[in-house]
């Protein structure tokens, strides 16, 4: 089993930033990818951003050029720097990842897992 624990939401005035982390913990051989999603009031979870094994990066673009998603996987933790925040970026914000979770012979078992969400408010 992995549990996500996420840290760094909370109020923050327009214009401003906040840094939210993630750590995985837990049973599993290696992480695939690890990103973040978020949920605005009376909406559908969105993809924020995604980072790879590989370093690759993936944004909404929603958000491209104000936040920054890193990894530093000695310590199994995505970052996300989020700054010139505004209200529309409102949302819970979730942390996800895929993770090698097994293997046998060739055969490789894969899982998701989810954080359980930080609120982050971007208000005057």
């Known amino acids: 089993q992995v549990q996500l624990v996420e840290s760094g939401g909370g109020l923050v005035q327009p214009g401003g930033s906040l840094r939210l982390s993630c750590e995985a913990t837990?049973?599993?051989?290696?992480?695939?990818?690890m990103g973040w999603y978020r949920q605005p009031p009376g909406k559908q979870r969105e993809l924020v951003a995604i980072?790879?094994?590989?370093?690759?990066?993936n944004y909404a673009d929603s958000i491209k050029g104000r936040f920054t998603i890193s990894i530093d996987s000695a310590k199994n933790t995505v970052y996300l720097q989020m700054n010139s925040l505004k209200p529309e970026d409102t949302a819970v914000y979730y942390c996800?990842?895929?993770?090698?979770?097994?293997?046998?012979?060739?055969?490789?078992?894969?899982?998701?897992?989810w954080g359980q969400g930080t609120q982050v408010t971007a208000s005057s």
């Open positions: 996800w990842a895929s993770v090698l979770q097994a293997t046998r012979g060739s055969v490789r078992t894969w899982a998701n897992y």
């Open positions: 837990g049973s599993f051989i290696s992480i695939e990818q």
């Open positions: 980072i790879r094994r590989t370093d690759s990066t």
